[in-house]
């Protein structure tokens, strides 16, 4: 693992909005010209979703000087696959943005969220968008 928790951070994206509004929050914590972000997408059912994801998130760091590695991962079991891509690539933790809903709704339901932070080895942080 490195040293911050946001040099190499695991960032999972669900659709090209979600890649909007992750990028925005992910450029205002690190520092473009070291950070290097693994941007992952697990495909469940739409593999043409998860490209376009993919190609904004690219487009977007792209201009704002920050390298990423991307991933488009086929996975049923999206968090077993997001815990095995962060180890694989040795990240520095699991970095995501709220996709809305409400937390008190996921940790009763047992969404993403919570079993991402009931599973992962790796930190897992949320970060806040606009």
Do not use: N
């Not at 390298?67 to 049923?76: A, F, Q, S, W």
């Not at 815990?83 to 709220?98: G, K, N, P, Y």
């Amino acid at each position: 693992m490195t040293d911050s928790l946001l040099d190499r951070p695991l960032v999972p994206i669900a659709d090209e909005s979600d890649a909007e509004a992750t990028h925005a929050a992910l450029v205002d914590h690190v520092e473009p010209a070291t950070a290097r972000p693994v941007v992952i997408h697990v495909v469940d059912t739409d593999r043409q979703r998860g490209t376009d994801a993919i190609e904004r998130f690219e487009s977007l760091a792209a201009t704002s000087g920050l390298t990423v590695e991307t991933y488009l991962k086929d996975g049923t079991e999206i968090t077993d696959t997001l815990c095995h891509t962060a180890e694989e690539v040795d990240a520095s933790a699991i970095v995501f943005c709220s996709r809305g809903g409400s937390a008190w709704f996921d940790l009763l339901a047992g969404g993403v969220r919570t079993s991402l932070i009931a599973k992962s080895d790796y930190p897992v942080v949320m970060l806040p968008t606009a």
